[in-house]
């Protein structure tokens, strides 16, 4: 009971603007007491609107009271101090120096509790009390102590900043909508929030859905890794059986074998526990970037959460599914069959004394190269429905026939904004990626690019972005009298005859890119052979009010 009456003693006789004991009390009209030089600093700073007010219950005063010292609390103040009351609050109460101090607190400042909007300052406990208790002030807007407040004030006509301007991507006051901004698409941040919040939820989803795929991904190569190992234990039982049968004379090939067997294990096992890797970490961005979109969602200042929307929205680039090829469980059978080919022939072998048995014999080729396709019937065994990515095309194109066909608009389509949408060019990208040995063709009309292209190609203003004018994309001109390949700037005229439609062959191991001229016939228009170290994407660039379609192939 003593604690708390000295609590409620040191409560009584405190001022409550800096928060100490009372020095040199005085009482103004209302009835509440601070010290003379802390109320009269305060008023000094309403000097400019002649009109005087209580810094806790708001009651003002016209013209400024004359201040005289209240002996009676003078008197009560001292005694307090000769018993040794401390009216200052703990050490961890003040503000240091990460954290938002109180702007009303004189002296030493105490920690704020929150950051009002309306007034653009922060408060502790003690000053943010008017907010709770005064008409007016409960409708301000509250949100947690923020060292920012400031940039929320226009710096050419130092106002609130309560707008957004959608032309200039940029926070602005109203004064700034009549003024410089003038005629621009101009909305309340508010409603901008509200707008960039339902495409934050989407790429939350997004992430999700990612995410499940990745983990998905992840899961088929553990089984991957289990078949490779399980392959190779096989193919080394096996190996060890036959060899045996040989005695001594092949106990030199029976190790060399077990040893290739091994290191191709090895090999194999290396290369999708490196994607395993890769795929585990981008999950790991994607829950942290999902983490940080999660706490900017629950931003209440509208502002910083526009400041801070753009560049935590970027998504990284993600691990193409179509680059997890999961191989036939036939990893090692070969290597059984070359042994049992061997033992077969051991006697003629040393009989000729054909002793030196190359190890060629015995490699593991998961995948052979196979002949070029010489026909149209043996390209379309390769032939791939392909499909346009909504999200890669640029807003003057107009996608139809169900993301097959783009088509060049003199006005802009609707289109949410998306990282991955080109933003100069009127370019689109394939939804699929293209890996191994794929076909498909394409009608155009008015004139256009047919190419294909890396996924992290640019989609800025530079040539990094223009399909064939840098080393991610490879790129056939069409126009109404002839034909050019374009890769790295470096333009090639092609010569063969004009059609309305082309057709493209890849073979994206092998570096082989093809492209020709479809009519009755097909004719070779021009072949790149280079190494290829991306999954490919269609790429289709119509110009001069043309169209570029994807054709649907039986």
């Known amino acids: 009971m003593a604690q708390k009456g000295a609590q409620l003693a040191r409560e009584t006789i405190s001022c409550s603007i800096c928060l100490d004991l009372l020095k040199d009390p005085v009482t103004i009209p209302c009835g509440h007491s601070y010290c003379m030089k802390c109320i009269q600093n305060f008023w000094d700073g309403e000097d400019e609107k002649r009109i005087h007010s209580c810094p806790q219950c708001r009651q003002t005063f016209t013209p400024r009271p004359?201040?005289?010292?209240?002996?009676m609390l003078a008197a009560l103040v001292e005694e307090l101090k000769k018993t040794g009351l401390q009216a200052a609050p703990d050490d961890h109460c003040y503000a240091g120096p990460e954290d938002v101090a109180c702007d009303v607190c004189t002296g030493r400042k105490l920690k704020a509790l929150k950051s009002c909007l309306v007034c653009l300052a922060s408060y502790c406990e003690k000053h943010l009390q008017p907010h709770h208790d005064v008409a007016p002030l409960k409708k301000h807007k509250?949100?947690?102590?923020?060292?920012?407040?400031?940039?929320?004030?226009?710096?050419?006509?130092?106002?609130?900043?309560?707008?957004?301007?959608?032309?200039?991507?940029?926070?602005?006051?109203?004064?700034?909508?009549?003024?410089?901004?003038?005629?621009?698409?101009?909305?309340?941040?508010?409603?901008?929030?509200?707008?960039?919040?339902?495409?934050?939820?989407?790429?939350?989803?997004?992430i999700q859905q990612r995410i499940q795929d990745r983990e998905k991904d992840v899961k088929e190569l553990q089984q991957e890794v289990e078949a490779i190992n399980g392959s190779a234990d096989k193919a080394v039982e096996d190996s060890e059986k036959i060899f045996t049968e040989l005695i001594r004379l092949m106990e030199?090939?029976?190790?060399?074998?077990?040893?290739?067997?091994?290191?191709?294990?090895?090999?194999?096992?290396?290369?999708?526990?490196?994607?395993?890797?890769?795929?585990?970490?981008?999950?790991?961005?994607?829950?942290?970037?999902?983490?940080?979109?999660?706490?900017?969602?629950?931003?209440?200042?509208?502002?910083?959460?526009?400041?801070?929307?753009?560049?935590?929205?970027?998504?990284?680039?993600?691990?193409?599914?179509?680059?997890?090829?999961?191989?036939?469980?036939?990893y090692f059978e070969d290597v059984t069959a070359a042994v049992s080919e061997l033992r077969d022939k051991l006697q003629d072998v040393l009989?000729?004394?054909?002793?030196?048995?190359?190890?060629?014999?015995?490699?593991?080729?998961?995948?052979?190269?196979e002949p070029e396709p010489k026909t149209r019937a043996e390209f379309l065994k390769y032939s791939r429905e392909l499909t346009?990515?909504?999200?890669?095309?640029?807003?003057?194109?107009?996608?139809?026939?169900?993301?097959?066909?783009?088509?060049?608009?003199?006005?802009?389509?609707?289109?949410?904004?998306?990282?991955?949408?080109?933003?100069?060019?009127?370019?689109?990208?394939?939804?699929?990626?293209?890996?191994?040995?794929?076909?498909?063709?394409?009608?155009?009309?008015?004139?256009?690019?047919?190419?294909?292209?890396?996924?992290?190609?640019?989609?800025?203003?530079?040539?990094?972005?223009?399909?064939?004018?840098?080393?991610?994309?490879?790129?056939?001109r069409c126009e109404k009298n002839n034909y050019k390949f374009l890769h790295n700037n470096v333009q090639t005229p092609v010569s063969g005859p004009l059609s309305s439609r082309v057709g493209v062959y890849?073979?994206?191991?092998?570096?082989?890119?093809?492209?020709?001229?479809?009519?009755?016939?097909?004719?070779?228009?021009?072949?790149?052979?280079?190494?290829?170290?991306?999954?490919l994407y269609v790429g289709l660039w119509p110009f001069g009010g043309g169209s570029a379609e994807l054709r649907k192939l039986k």
């Open 506 to 535: 890849l073979d994206h191991s092998a570096g082989i890119l093809s492209f020709y001229s479809v009519s009755e016939t097909m004719t070779l228009l021009h072949r790149v052979q280079t190494t290829f170290t991306q999954p």
């Open 142 to 206: 509250l949100v947690e102590p923020s060292k920012k407040l400031q940039e929320n004030i226009c710096s050419r006509h130092d106002e609130v900043m309560k707008m957004f301007c959608r032309t200039d991507q940029q926070c602005i006051c109203y004064l700034c909508s009549v003024d410089e901004h003038k005629g621009h698409d101009t909305v309340s941040a508010a409603a901008e929030r509200t707008e960039r919040q339902r495409e934050l939820e989407v790429s939350r989803l997004n």
């Open 351 to 369: 009989r000729d004394q054909r002793t030196n048995i190359s190890l060629t014999d015995t490699e593991v080729h998961v995948s052979l190269p």
């Open 66 to 71: 004359v201040l005289v010292k209240n002996t």
């Open 252 to 330: 030199k090939r029976r190790s060399d074998v077990k040893q290739q067997v091994r290191s191709q294990q090895e090999t194999e096992v290396s290369r999708v526990k490196d994607l395993q890797e890769k795929l585990e970490q981008e999950i790991t961005e994607l829950k942290r970037k999902d983490a940080e979109l999660e706490k900017l969602s629950h931003t209440e200042d509208h502002n910083q959460f526009l400041h801070n929307y753009p560049s935590l929205s970027r998504l990284s680039q993600s691990t193409d599914s179509s680059s997890i090829n999961i191989r036939p469980l036939r």
């Open 388 to 476: 346009l990515d909504p999200n890669t095309a640029h807003t003057q194109l107009l996608l139809s026939e169900r993301n097959r066909k783009a088509t060049l608009m003199r006005e802009d389509q609707f289109y949410l904004w998306h990282p991955s949408r080109f933003s100069y060019r009127s370019q689109v990208l394939s939804r699929k990626s293209l890996t191994g040995r794929c076909y498909w063709e394409v009608d155009w009309s008015g004139g256009g690019y047919i190419a294909v292209a890396y996924k992290n190609i640019s989609r800025d203003f530079s040539d990094e972005s223009r399909f064939g004018f840098n080393n991610k994309s490879w790129a056939l």
